[in-house]
């Protein structure tokens, strides 16, 4: 129902930022849970954060714990990741995903997601 594109991506040093958006479609953006995952080549899909329909609460993986915040922004449909501090392990295609639930497993199995974004930081 809903269709999610992301942008913002680059190619960025360590230690510096990018800002993360992903647009939804649809009426309903308000009605849905909102999560960022990321890819790195050769891995599998991995949780880094997520936020409740109202943006009242945010869930972050330990790895991006303290230099990813997630916003959303239901009156422009988006979703944003802004990510500080970056690492190059940050390296990897980020995803946002939409699901009904608030839990890092409905997102993952959402099947809502966009098309991805690169990410790559540099040493």
């Known amino acids: 129902q809903v269709q999610l594109v992301e942008s913002g991506g680059g190619l960025v040093q360590a230690g510096g930022s990018l800002r993360l958006s992903c647009a939804a479609s649809?009426?309903?953006?308000?009605?849905?849970?909102m999560g960022w995952f990321r890819q790195a080549p050769g891995k599998e899909r991995e949780f880094a954060a997520a936020?409740?329909?109202?943006?009242?609460?945010?869930s972050y993986a330990d790895s991006v714990k303290g230099r990813f915040t997630i916003s959303r922004d239901n009156n422009k449909n988006t979703v944003y990741l802004q990510m500080n501090s970056l690492k190059p392990e940050d390296t990897a295609v980020y995803y946002c995903a939409a699901s009904s639930a608030y839990s890092r497993t409905a997102l993952y199995n959402s099947d809502y997601w966009g098309q991805g974004t690169q990410v790559t930081v540099s040493s």
């Open positions: 649809g009426r309903t953006f308000s009605s849905y849970a």
């Open positions: 936020i409740t329909r109202s943006g009242g609460s945010t």
